[in-house]
């Protein structure tokens, strides 16, 4: 069965310390791999996306996945947060092609303190 | 960028009444388009996908007498819920896919979500 998994489901950190949000997925042969944004009271904004190609991909507001195929894991990363980064963070995975299914994990609230 | 618009944000309804929410994607046409309903603090549920010109193909569980989804042209998605009671009160969230000519990602442009507070 095609699934994504979010291991935390809140991850509290300071300011300025970085972070590394956790996603794994089914293994499959052909996946496109997302990570998208929720602000409070809004729509998905998209962060980042593998396709193909350099397993590293960088995304906006300083975040950076790292696709690992042995692993089926695409976990999310930034080295140093700030307050305004404090949000559901969805990772997505796309199986079957272009106009396949996305399926999303259930998300991970990102909690920035002072 | 591509880029989809929820019409309207926030509506506040009696319980009974009917309320429609728009979906559009303002600078491409949408081949797909998906509707989401999304609880407090939880993840998007799937409630139905929508390719123009067809009926909506509805997840399991989800009544689509009382959810009812248009998608009448490339670029508008409707979702009405009927006689709206209040545990239909949620957040409810469009994302429209382009065509392969588009976008050849499979990435989805989601929209602003829309709240939905049923009295």
């Known amino acids: 069965a095609q699934s994504v998994t979010q291991l935390d489901s809140q991850v509290p950190v300071f300011e300025e310390a970085p972070v590394e949000l956790r996603c794994n997925y089914s293994s499959s042969v052909s996946v496109y791999l997302f990570w998208y944004v929720q602000y409070p009271n809004q729509g998905l904004q998209l962060l980042l996306k593998y396709l193909s190609g350099s397993t590293l991909v960088k995304g906006i507001n300083g975040f950076e996945a790292e696709f690992n195929k042995s692993q089926t894991s695409f976990h999310l990363r930034k080295p140093s947060v700030h307050i305004s980064d404090t949000a559901e963070y969805f990772c997505?995975?796309?199986?079957?092609?272009?106009?396949?299914?996305?399926?999303f994990g259930k998300g991970t609230k990102l909690s920035v303190k002072p | 960028g591509a880029v989809v618009s929820q019409h309207p944000s926030w509506v506040i309804c009696k319980s009974g009444t009917s309320v429609k929410i728009e979906c559009r994607s303002l600078d491409f046409q949408a081949t797909t388009m998906f509707w989401y309903r999304q609880f407090p603090k939880q993840s998007l549920m799937l409630m139905a996908t929508s390719n123009e010109g067809s009926k909506a193909t509805y997840e399991q569980g989800v009544e689509k007498d009382k959810f009812l989804i248009n998608h009448a042209s490339l670029t508008l998605s409707t979702l009405t819920v009927t006689s709206a009671h209040p545990e239909d009160s949620s957040f409810y969230i469009c994302s429209a896919r382009g065509s392969r000519t588009f976008t050849n990602t499979g990435e989805l442009f989601f929209g602003e979500g829309s709240r939905l507070t049923v009295l």
């Open positions: 997505a995975v796309l199986y079957g092609g272009s106009q396949g299914n996305l399926i």
